[in-house]
């Protein structure tokens, strides 16, 4: 099976990204679909909203994995910028799951300088407190738990108990990123 590609996320990327995202993200759909517009108009500009495709025997794509993250803080110009980036969505479809598909794409927010010069300080993220699968894999990647739970985070229905966790990830002092002109 050919490799998926890691690509921006683009417009026609959406309603197959809306799928994928219904059961992951703890909004209504209406919300779901107003926040890839976003990440259409601002967050993939910045290099912050990624999709994994497949392409099928038809040529045609399928979207088989997605992440969608937003900058939080910013100064005046993105090539001085120190960023503070919070990722709303990480998913990959559970067919495509155990194939790097969900590290190479939070690789891309972790070094988002590699697509657009941002100098990132902080990347976190919100994780269900019990799910302790979803936290090592995050863990290994470099997160850290920075030790509150928030209660209620997620709506009931969606994650049961509905607390949260909020994991840090700071990029190590050693860490170069050679920005390319945008
Ligand atoms: C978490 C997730 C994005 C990982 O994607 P992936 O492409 O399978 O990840 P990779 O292949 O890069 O890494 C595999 C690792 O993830 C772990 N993993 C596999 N399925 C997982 C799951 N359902 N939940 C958490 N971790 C999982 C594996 O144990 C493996 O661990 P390793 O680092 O010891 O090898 C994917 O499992 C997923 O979409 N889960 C459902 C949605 C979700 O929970 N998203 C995160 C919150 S927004």
Redesign the pocket.
Known sequence: MENPACIPFERQHKEQAKSLLSG??PVPLVRLSQRLEEAIDRDARLGLAHVAVYRQADQSERVV?IILAHLETTTTSLETCCAMIY??????DGV???????????ERVLVPSLSNGLRVREVY?H?PCH?N??I??YR?RGFVPDGDVVENYYPRRWVRPPHAIVMRWRPSETTTATPRAL
């Open positions: 992951v993200l994995g990722v709303d969505a990480l998913a990959v495509f799951q155990g194939q790097r598909l969900g590290t190479r794409l939070l993220l994780t799910d699968e979803l090592m894999f290994k």
